[in-house]
């Protein structure tokens, strides 16, 4: 049961990842793509009303996490307080610029929003590439089992580490950049003209870049947290998640060679959805790794609720999924498609 | 006396009050309309009006922007659990936690995925599938109002758990948990409020453009759904649902219902204080008038009842702030029973024909419209206040249930950041929601418009 959930657990923040992460990744090309206010506007029109259903997977997340895990939920975010603030602001100003921008005639508020609405996507594509980093690399538990983390200490990654350090840097660059070429293939998929050329050329370099970045971020892994590296190795399941992996890998080749912008997308959403599930397959039974002493890690079973209200909310949780993938396919008809600026809305209002 | 400042259990209070309150302003409203929006589309469903059509695509562009921030707002009273109330969500995560995932999976999954379509999509729609959309995103907002209560509800009156081997709580009842009497009552009570809410709202707006003369016939509607719903929520509110609210409350915390009437004596034929203010030091009621017998009555059941005074509990368990509890509450009644007042004067109006020709009444209601917001904060300052010093009432007090490791000057720190964030955001809202009203129902709700700036 325990380990169900936390199957469940990373299957819902993945998926807040893969789903909101294009969004960071839109936000971040946001200036690049579009050059003018016209194409600006497309760019947002292309999240759509649909950013609040994506943030649903992260209030979700929060609320299984603090049922099946409380004591987890409990350390990691009273210790990351300052970080997931910033987070909790980002995510804030983020949905006011897709919200406001637009219903704004002014250009230079205009501009403004634009600019709120970029900079609150960087942020929050490296605060959250942060956090899987040091969801990595450890954190500094202390015999009751909570820590504090400063944004840095002395960059060193043993005892006393803080939010960013020379391994946790890297791999949030690596999610900014692996969440950019995501957002630039699902721009490919929704815009037309020149956003979408300017997205397909950026698509196409920024995956071939997220190879080496792969393979730099795989080492260092290996020097941080070789016990990662050592999971996958022996647990079946990572290399189910590894196979989605490939095979995405393989629907983005495919699809940018074919022009079959839909494919490619599918393709980006499993490249991502791999990693992030294969390295969470490969983290278990351990939630939470100690910096300070190894033997003050926090296993998924340390953490767990009872029995009971884990089989209980196992009984509603899959009919809820189920439901909320039928939204999904009942309203995804209504978006589908490429955005017209002059038609569709940029938000919810 | 300890040092305020250097006190992180007084700021994580704060911190939470200030985000939460904030935050209802919002899905208050949301939840109030809802429903009118159901209506609305209805009737133009059944008369072929266009009338209502317009109305509801009108009070659908007000409902967007209130569900936006709602969702902004939202998201860090969730996380706040994790971050502010570590010890809290420990202890009870197991049990509070089902119904914070039941929110998202259930409720906001539905309304977040069918808001957009509800009011963007009605001509793709067509106008049945366009109704149904209305309902999806009325039933989330509602089941989401559901599945908050009943957390809150098990901090006030806990039930269907037990202590685990490791010192926490664990679910053993799901179904005493979910169907949980006060959660039953509280539900019915705020949710009559929410729906006073947005009548007072709507009935506001219609004051307004009939005493500026403009927008006669939406005005008309607005005036005529507004007064008659704002008639039966506010009954509502009062009676049956705050009357058992305050016999749970009575039942089962009361030293709250003690410090709601400021009764430091338990007594026989015990009064409803109508004006009076308490002084805690002396342990007496100021200049009372109050209802001999009234509170005895309506706690109880009969004007003999005992109703037992903040003496009979030990000081420990006595609310924090009772001043606080006491004028919140009565605060609350006072405006509640003044909302039925203005309500039954725009029926008895709107009755024999004269509502859009009295000004003094338009004038009343158009500058009503805060008051049921000011009641609902009051209504939940005195529960939430009403309930420490226990974070889960007779289980886990307040002071063990915040997080250890956040230091008071970073929670104040984080305070004064959403402060300034919240300030900003209300400033936004209110001018978004004033142009909206500026430009009236009548007007084209085209896509997102100013789009022909070319480069």
Known sequence: MIALWYGILAFMLTTYIVLDGRNFGVGILHWIVARNQNERRQVIAAIGPLWSWHEVWLVGTGGVMVMAFPRLMAASFSGCYLALMLILWCLLLRGISIEVGGHMSDRLWQQFWDAVFVFSNVLLAVLFGAALGNVGRGVPLNTEGTFYLPFFTNFGIRGNVGLLDWYTVPVALFGVLTLTAHGATYLTMKTVGPVHERSVKLARRLWIAVIPAFVIITVLTWFVRPELLAGIAVRPVTWATMLICIAGAYAVVNGFRHQREYQALLGSTFVLFGILMTGAAALFPVVLFSTTDANLRLTAADCAAPEYSLGIAAAWWFPALILAVCYLVIIQRHYSGKVNVSKDNQGLY | ?455
């Open chain 2, 1 to 455: 006396m300890e040092n305020t400042l250097t006190d992180p259990a007084f700021w994580h209070r704060i911190h939470f009050g200030f985000t939460i309150t904030y935050h209802y302003l919002f899905p208050q409203l949301t939840m109030g309309l809802a429903w009118f929006l159901v209506y609305w589309k209805w009737r133009a469903l059944r008369t072929g009006d266009e009338k209502y059509n317009r109305a509801a695509r009108f009070w659908a562009r007000i409902f967007g922007l209130n569900f936006a921030v709602g969702v902004v707002t939202g998201i860090p009273m969730e996380f706040q659990f994790g971050t502010n109330w570590a010890a809290f969500s420990k202890y009870s995560g197991a049990i509070i936690g089902q119904t914070l995932a039941m929110e998202g999976m259930f409720a906001f999954f539905l309304e977040s995925a069918f808001i957009g379509a509800f009011i963007w999509g009605e001509k793709r729609l067509g106008p049945r599938t366009h109704f149904l959309t209305a309902v999806c995103v009325a039933t989330g907002s509602w089941l989401s109002g559901f599945f908050i209560l009943v957390t809150n509800a098990f901090m006030q009156h806990p039930v269907g758990y037990a202590l685990a081997p490791n010192g926490t709580l664990e679910l053993v009842d799901v179904g005493a948990f979910l169907l949980n009497p006060w959660a039953l009552v509280q539900y019915a009570h705020n949710q009559s409020a929410a729906l006073v809410t947005g009548s007072f709202v709507i009935a506001a707006l219609g004051a307004f453009y009939t005493l500026r003369r403009i927008h006669p016939e939406q005005a008309s509607v607005y005036l005529k759904t507004g007064t008659l719903v704002g008639l039966v929520a506010s009954v509502l509110v009062a009676f049956p649902t705050g009357d058992s609210q305050a016999k749970m409350v009575g039942a089962y915390q009361p030293a709250t219902l003690a410090s709601m009437e400021g009764l430091f004596h338990g007594e026989r034929l015990a009064d409803v204080t109508m004006i009076g203010q308490p002084n805690v030091s002396q342990q007496r009621l100021e200049n009372p008038i109050g209802l001999p017998g009234a509170l005895s009555f309506l706690a109880y059941g009969t004007f003999q009842s005992y109703v037992r005074g903040l003496d009979e509990f030990p000081k420990d368990d006595w609310p924090d702030n009772i001043e606080l509890v006491y004028y919140a509450f009565h605060l609350m009644i006072t405006l509640g029973t003044i909302f039925i007042l203005i309500m039954a004067w725009a029926n008895w109006k709107r009755w024999r024909g004269r509502l859009e020709s009295s000004t003094a009444l338009l004038w009343v209601l158009m500058l009503a419209f805060p008051f049921p917001y000011i009641a609902t904060s009051l209504g939940w300052m005195t529960a939430e206040m009403g309930r420490q010093p226990w974070l889960i009432h007779g289980l886990f007090r307040t002071n063990n249930g915040y997080s250890q490791v956040v230091s008071s000057g970073d929670t104040i720190f984080t305070l004064i950041g959403f402060a300034g964030l919240y300030f900003v955001l209300g400033l936004l809202f209110l001018y978004l929601t004033g142009r909206e009203i500026y430009k009236g129902p009548d007007a084209e709700h085209g896509a997102p418009s100013h789009q022909e700036v070319p480069a």
